[in-house]
């Protein structure tokens, strides 16, 4: 970001008066920071200088550009040339724009990518042919194939060959027998064999791979785990369709996790940068969780008002319920957010529930008396309140900590248990639900802690 | 994870039966999965197990343990044992195991490793050099170097003779003149080069590095941004310290957002899972921040008791506190998550801050009168509130929506500005804040709606 912000407005001129300039330009610049430059252009500049460089050239800057800053090139540019720079694109590129334009470009942009490049209009059935989220989806459909019968000598000319018509390439050959893959080698161990060595005793088979429907997230899981720069999809018959490469698992892990935490701060996930979504699609966003919220918020008002008898008859009663409630969500809030982080990287299993509960719970009991302590210390500071409310105050915090610390640990995994995303039990959901259970349990321990004061409290 | 529970029993058997049969497991199945095999086994077992395996069939096993696993084991092995593995490890992963160790135990392990392998201990001395969290500390400072004069043939003999000497390997070359990097060739350009290209004309020289002092976090964001799979460090005089490989940044990435989550959540970080992180260890993580927001949250009781002239004037008022402030607290929350996430992947800038007060202050009046006018209708549904009072609670919604969406995305923003983690400012931390502005917005407009119903209440 830095250097477009730095040469950007020279460059920009530079574009301007002279484009043919690009191309010098590509070979000094790497194509990331040649994009970020093309994204500080309006999409018509861009547009009209992208359609006067060789495909090839444009590309690796084109594939590089947020989704919507294609999707205004590509209103921008005729169809034709577009299937150009498309048939140039990385196969996984090239799929991940059909899926973001509007279905009916998308369309018309595969029948001229049908008639510019087959293959490669063949290759973005085959991935769409496969859920958003999932493996297939993020695959790459080219690769080196290699028979097991050749040497490394011969593998190495293949791999050669391979690398120098594709751009996308990855350090590994795999050997198919029909379709089926039997074998992969990485060329670290291609370089390091003799030469005479034949393939059959080179490749690992062994192989580590996922099947084309395991959502993206457990499949970046996988790939992080075994350290691998490439993994092969393939289907329940055994059949290779493609390998999935390590950056691309790094998008895939970048973004899950700002879906996280969008969704733990309680806002249905964003697709597009914050500067980058619409006013209208913010509202919509944030409108849909803050009125669930404030729905479920009401119940503390009738709860309240529900038991008006007992709040009336204690002075300052009410004054404490913000302090109470608010410490029943904040330590919910702390559980939940620990049981979706363990829950997202697989530290915990569903099968963990009774465990952690046991933990949880011991933990409400030990948080909720040091400030149950420090609450009863706070209300003794008054001359105007008594012991007994003091102790009410105590016992209160001690159960809602409890409960807060349950409820926000289990919710997350009941929520899993039915196929919904832990992170949408929310902090503030779960703080919603924790308050009208604390209004609920501080007029029960006042029952019983103060039931001299309130013998003549009835609703 | 499966493997081992499926395997985990059958092969604790035969290792303890059999142990030489580790090392034709070794061939059969990943050292990944077998390090969680080993996770399974008592420390006391695992350490026996370990040293009876040949140090490097002992390492790749040995370093993907968890930190705690591997601290417990080397408790229970003879150091001068320790120190063939450590000498067999990767070299990110042996500095990563000096780190977790005792002081006591590391200094003792280093004196024994200066022994076994005294390039090995230069390695770890020249790691530790570098802060924690920062590049030096992730590299790996192995790499295959070349000299500009060499053909391509000559490079690949030299990457050819390192590869079968290294088990950490990178597909790329590095050229130095003296220490100093002048350029990078990858095992992929000198596939496809002629035998007798000579590397000064292959190399390029934009190289893409880092200086050791890098935070790890924009490290990482940075070899993403250019899809590296390894990235040179490089200091302040030019001279090629290490590099850094793909691997260590997905762990960077996972660790980084766990601890944002946790943060958000308001805990201090956790340095272990959920199950290994101890009872003691999650009270005192949780119990700091608890009892920060439980004083923040006696303000609230403060400004109630304060203000009870007005909330005692007002039938019900106190009922409608909770519903309120809590709403504060979850747009105040939506925002700081957004706030947050743009930070840490690098689409907001501190210099936005503007921007963002603009268009937050325009969704908290947006957002402030949708809930109003829900909240209005929902006063008037009882036929004992006054209309008035319904007005007093629609106008102090919108004005407290837009106090908490506007302290919720400015906080992280001056947190970030005074150097300090702008996760700190978690959901919880923000809600307390924006609860006590709550309160006060609500008496502030009651008093200027109701001023007729209040005019006899005084101080």
């Not at 060959?161 to 795999?174: G, L």
């Not at 790939?223 to 998008?251: E, F, H, R, S």
């Not at 957010?337 to 569903?350: N, T």
Request: hydrophobic letters at 45%; glycine letters at 6%; charged letters at 25%.
């Amino acid at each position: 970001m830095r250097l477009s912000f730095l040469l950007g407005p020279d460059i920009k001129q530079i574009l301007k008066e002279d484009p043919d300039q690009v191309r010098e330009l590509l070979d000094e610049l790497h194509a990331e920071d040649l994009a970020d430059i093309f994204s500080e252009l309006d999409s018509d500049e861009a547009a009209a200088l992208l359609a006067r460089l060789p495909a090839e050239d444009a590309a690796p800057i084109f594939e590089r550009l947020e989704e919507h800053e294609q999707e205004e090139i590509v209103a921008q540019m005729p169809t034709e040339h577009v299937a150009q720079i498309a048939s140039e694109m990385a196969a996984d590129d090239r799929a991940d724009l059909f899926n973001s334009l509007p279905e009916a470009v998308g369309v018309e942009l595969l029948e001229s990518l049908q008639r510019v490049d087959p293959q490669a209009a063949e290759e973005v059935r085959e991935i769409e042919r496969w859920p958003d989220t999932s493996a297939g989806h993020l695959m790459n459909t080219r690769f080196v194939i290699v028979s097991l019968g050749l040497t490394a000598r011969e593998a190495m000319a293949s791999i050669r060959t391979y690398a120098s018509q594709n751009d996308e390439f990855v350090y590994n050959a795999y050997a198919l027998q029909g379709d089926r893959l039997v074998g992969v080698v990485s060329v670290r161990d291609l370089i390091v064999a003799e030469p005479d060595d034949r393939l059959s005793d080179l490749v690992r088979s062994h192989i580590i791979s996922v099947p084309p429907t395991l959502d993206q997230e457990d499949t970046a899981r996988r790939m992080a785990k075994y350290d691998l720069n490439a993994m092969p999809v393939v289907d329940d018959q055994g059949v290779m369709l493609g390998i999935i490469t390590i950056d691309d698992i790094i998008d895939v892990l970048v973004q899950e996790q700002t879906e996280d935490v969008q969704k733990i701060g309680g806002i249905e996930p964003l697709d597009v940068p914050y500067f980058q979504t619409s006013f209208l699609s913010f509202i919509r966003k944030r409108g849909v969780w803050l009125v669930v919220l404030f729905i479920e918020e009401f119940f503390t008002q009738t709860a309240m008002r529900h038991y008006d008898y007992v709040l009336d008859a204690i002075k300052g009663a009410t004054y404490y319920v913000p302090l109470l409630i608010s410490t029943g969500g904040n330590s919910g809030g702390q559980s939940s957010s620990l049981i979706i982080r363990g829950l997202a990287v697989g530290e915990i299993k569903k099968g963990d529930w009774w465990r952690i509960f046991i933990r949880e719970l011991g933990m409400g009991v030990v948080l909720g008396a040091m400030l149950g302590f420090i609450g009863m210390l706070r209300v003794l500071m008054y001359k105007d309140q008594s012991f007994k409310f003091a102790l009410t105050i105590g016992l209160t915090l001690v159960a809602i900590v409890m409960t807060g610390c349950t409820v926000g640990s289990m919710l997350p995994l009941v929520l899993k248990r039915f196929g919904v995303d832990p992170a949408t039990s929310s902090a503030p959901f779960i703080a919603s639900l924790v308050d009208v259970l604390g209004i609920i349990v501080f007029v029960h321990v006042a029952k019983v802690v103060m039931a001299s004061v309130l013998a003549g409290a009835h609703p």
